[in-house]
């Protein structure tokens, strides 16, 4: 995608002081910590430990999306059909259905032995590696169908792993340490979406044999491959992580009692919470990255049709877009603990839609590696800054009692309407080309700067 574009202690009593102020807009004085303590805390080893996980969380998303979009368009795949096969995405925003079962299902065996969060991981992790193997061994330009399939089991472990591991990372730490591990976590996931993305091309740039064929099956085989085996420092982390402190639920009389505490009660509580001011939550919630998804469907084929090769579009992202993406997360994180949430929410919002701005300008450009790089850059930095802000908010909204059903529920809505969208992305470029569409996906960011602002007001409310 577009460099950046799509593009998460146990909670003591300071966490559910907080949970009747979720955003704490305005620290107090006496709570704002030094530059100094602020640059620490991301030494600490819980967020070190976010960093790695946060690799393994971001790696399969372009190689389902934007990675997988380019290998399309180069086998001749055509734009509509890759919108279309965007929708193998939904596995995300519909991942709320079966986070119940992360939250509560044990699973034989595997949780026994490791725990109830880090089994899920686990599993979640064995199943991606295996879908990028098999994607691998499948070549889209001979049947279509087999690789849809594949990476709609990579999506399904990957949409799975990230109910555990938001589970995880909110469990892990006081509400004070979230915006720090949020921060750490997405720098791991933005640098996993460098490697999946530009690493990637860079991996089938070197594989390719020399005066063959401009599409070669085995290039993108072996570096899909090399992904798959990249999942495994997550593996690790897994297995030498501590498992959070087991929160005791109460046992369930029957399976209606079961259904109603693991289904019913997650979603019932943030209602009871918020009450009326819950439907501007999740409106903020399922529009906040409207923009950067339906946008970064159309990137990579962009990227092919304007002429730039593998290696120029992994050698920019690579240098640029990691360079970028770091001090967007970090500068997004301290800023959230400095400022507060909502108002770097409200910047990444700003920064999100005029990034795509640029996308429609290098539209008219034709082929200038000059200006991919500073548009890439743009993107980067302020995809990073909106994504610590909004992780850091979800887990806000989040009772860590449901954690993993709750944050399922936020994250999926983040990306059920846009990418429903972003799957008619390939027609309306094939109809009004790429400058009007980029334009477009400006324009619908526009609407998220109400929310934000709103849900600022509550925010504020709910403090004093």
Request: proline content about 4%; some cysteine; hydrophobic content about 50%.
């Amino acid at each position: 995608m577009g460099g950046g574009k799509v593009a998460n202690a146990q909670g003591g009593c300071r966490y559910y002081s907080c949970m009747n102020h979720p955003t704490h807009d305005t620290p107090l004085a006496a709570d704002k910590p030094t530059w100094a303590q602020t640059l620490k805390v991301y030494l600490e080893p819980a967020s070190l430990r976010m960093l790695s996980l946060g690799f393994s969380a971001g790696l399969p998303l372009l190689l389902v999306f934007g990675t997988l979009s380019f290998w399309l368009r180069e086998a001749g795949v055509d734009r509509s059909t890759i919108g279309f096969l965007s929708w193998v995405g939904l596995a995300y925003g519909f991942k709320w259905v079966w986070s119940p079962l992360v939250d509560r299902m044990p699973i034989p065996v595997l949780t026994r032995l490791l725990g109830r969060r880090r089994s899920w991981l686990l599993l979640a992790q064995a199943l991606v590696m295996g879908g990028l193997v098999s994607m691998a061994f499948t070549d889209p330009k001979l049947a279509l169908a087999p690789m849809v399939w594949c990476a709609i089991a990579v999506a399904f472990g990957s949409a799975t792993q990230d109910i555990a591991l938001d589970a995880f990372r909110i469990e892990s730490a006081d509400t004070q340490h979230q915006a720090a591990l949020s921060a750490t976590y997405q720098t791991g996931y933005r640098l996993a979406m460098i490697w999946s993305g530009a690493g990637a091309l860079w991996i089938a740039a070197r594989s390719e044999v020399a005066n063959a064929a401009n599409y070669q099956y085995g290039a993108w085989q072996t570096a899909y491959l090399v992904m798959a085996l990249s999942m495994l420092p997550g593996v690790l982390t897994v297995l030498l992580s501590k498992e959070p402190a087991r929160r005791e639920l109460p046992p369930a009389k029957n399976a209606a009692d079961w259904i109603r505490g693991a289904l019913i009660e997650p979603f019932a509580e943030f209602i009871r919470r918020y009450r009326w001011q819950a439907a501007l939550i999740l409106g903020l919630i399922a529009t906040y990255r409207i923009s950067d998804v339906v946008m970064g469907i159309m990137a990579n084929p962009f990227y092919v049709d304007m002429g730039y090769t593998k290696d120029e579009v992994a050698a920019v992202t690579k240098i640029y877009g990691v360079v970028m993406t770091l001090v967007g997360a970090f500068v997004g994180g301290a800023m959230a603990l400095r400022m507060g949430v909502m108002r770097v929410l409200m910047l990444g919002a700003v920064l999100s839609a005029a990034s795509n701005l640029l996308f429609a300008w290098l539209a008219g450009q034709g082929h200038d590696v000059s200006k991919l790089i500073f548009v890439i850059s743009a993107d980067n930095l302020a995809s990073g800054i909106a994504s610590s802000a909004f992780i850091a908010y979800l887990s806000s909204l989040t009772n860590v009692n449901y954690s993993a059903t709750q944050y399922a529920l936020f994250s999926s809505m983040m990306l059920l309407l846009p990418k429903f969208v972003a799957g008619y992305s390939g027609v309306y470029v094939d109809a009004f080309g790429y400058a009007s569409f980029f334009n477009s996906t400006a324009l619908i960011g526009a609407p998220v700067l109400l929310l934000v602002w709103l849900a600022s007001r509550i925010a504020n409310r709910s403090h004093s």
